[in-house]
């Protein structure tokens, strides 16, 4: 499934969840999901009407919300709680980016960063219930409209403050914003936070057959001529419409392809230890990159030198290039954005004669097979005294019989 997110009047977290309940993700479902990780909250809808638009109000009633979490509490409260995997990555993600923001416009370690109006139990429902809701819909793709920014100032816990406010400003870094006749805050740092985490792209609608639409009314009074709404726009994926290229006659049709943009950074070194390379890409891979790699090349003044090239997601494009910048001697790189197509693929357990093993089980047009991961094999063959390339022969030979169907 694939999600677009129309934020064209903004994104906040109970605009994200009344969106996803317009959508079919129940509400006592949502509830149920969410009391043994939060207490003292209850969940309510209403259906309004905004420029004649129905739309899901989504309240999160809190009993008591005094409480200033620091981002530590708040990581314990996640880790600790009974939420399926992907939902748990993306709830951490989302508050380790308004922890940064926060930590660095007042000046503080990450550690010991407070948050006051995000550390309540409303965001915090906010936040992890939109990732639940993603999950229970099973969308694998999300793209987003350029993010639209309100005006004006708001009072907060700091004071009276301008609006697009700091935190929103930073948590956005990287991603194509835009300016709104909104004469207040649309973009709140839950709602910043949530987009940031989930898009994978940013632009027009893609090519896709729709399901369903669900629209998540806000609360505020934008002064704009748009109703406060966020719509999300449910569907499958679609080959292009016209005269298809090379790639669309060979992919369309095929289930086993997924079709995702992502984008590529490249820069070239030719005056930096080689030893430190290593250390870059294992720094790379821990912050989401989906591939990295060292060419050899050579440079000006007869200099060999290494290229260095990144794929990942736009979301993760500015922490990328960051960490390029900082950890290498660049100073400077050049990025793309294209398509990129990959086959179905999981892990899974497979029982074999040398015990359970994780593999990658990888569906083509033609079969199902399945590729023993390295680390498994690299365990086995330690903990069991075997040449490497045994193991992995092993197991690929018992994992992919001959006589498979």
């Known amino acids: 499934m694939i999600l677009y997110l129309d934020l064209f009047s903004g994104i906040s ?112 429902v906010d936040i992890i219930g939109s990732f639940l809701g993603v999950d229970y819909l099973g969308i694998k793709t999300i793209v987003s409209s350029k993010v639209p920014l309100g005006s004006g100032f708001v009072d907060c816990a700091h004071g009276r403050i301008p609006v697009p406010v700091p935190a929103t400003l930073a948590i956005l870094a990287g991603i194509p914003v835009t300016g709104s006749d909104a004469t207040t805050e649309i973009v709140t740092p839950t709602g910043a936070a949530i987009v940031a985490t989930l898009a994978g792209s940013f632009g027009p609608m893609p090519e896709m057959q729709i399901s369903r639409i669900g629209y998540g009314a806000g609360k505020r009074e934008t002064n704009s001529s748009l109703p406060n709404l966020l719509r999300m726009v449910l569907g499958e994926a679609q080959p292009s419409v016209g005269k298809d290229s090379e790639a669309d006659v060979l992919f369309k049709n095929e289930s086993c392809f997924h079709h995702e943009k992502v984008f590529v950074v490249k820069t070239n070194v030719d005056d930096m230890n080689p030893e430190i390379l290593g250390f870059v890409m294992e720094r790379l891979f821990e912050n989401k990159a989906l591939d990295v790699s060292f060419t050899p090349i050579q440079m000006k003044k007869n200099r060999p030198g ?89 197991i690929m030979a018992e994992v992919n019989p001959l006589d498979r169907a």
């Open 13 to 124: 977290g109970d605009m994200t969840l009344g969106a996803l309940i317009d959508l079919g993700v129940p509400l006592e479902w949502l509830e149920q999901k969410l009391k043994p990780v939060l207490s003292g909250f209850s969940l309510q809808s209403e259906i309004v009407f905004k420029h004649h638009l129905r739309a899901v109000n989504l309240v999160v009633a809190v009993e008591e919300n005094t409480a200033a979490r620091t981002y530590m509490d708040i990581r314990e409260i996640i880790c600790r709680a009974d939420l399926p995997e992907p939902v748990k990555k993306n709830s951490l993600a989302a508050f380790e980016r308004i922890a940064r923001a926060e930590s660095t416009i007042h000046g503080k370690q990450i550690e010991t960063v407070h948050f006051h109006e995000i550390g309540g139990i409303d965001s915090l």
């Open 306 to 394: 290494t290229k260095i090239e990144v794929i990942c997601h736009g979301k993760d494009l500015e922490t990328l290039s960051r960490l390029i910048l900082t950890q290498t001697t660049a100073i400077g790189l050049r990025y793309h954005e294209c398509e990129r197509v990959v086959l179905e693929r999981a892990v899974v357990t497979r029982e074999t004669g040398l015990g359970q093993v994780l593999v990658k089980k990888v569906r083509d047009p033609d079969q199902v097979r399945y590729v023993p991961e390295y680390e498994a094999c690299k365990k086995i063959a330690l903990e069991q005294d075997l040449p490497l390339r045994d193991v992995y022969s092993r």
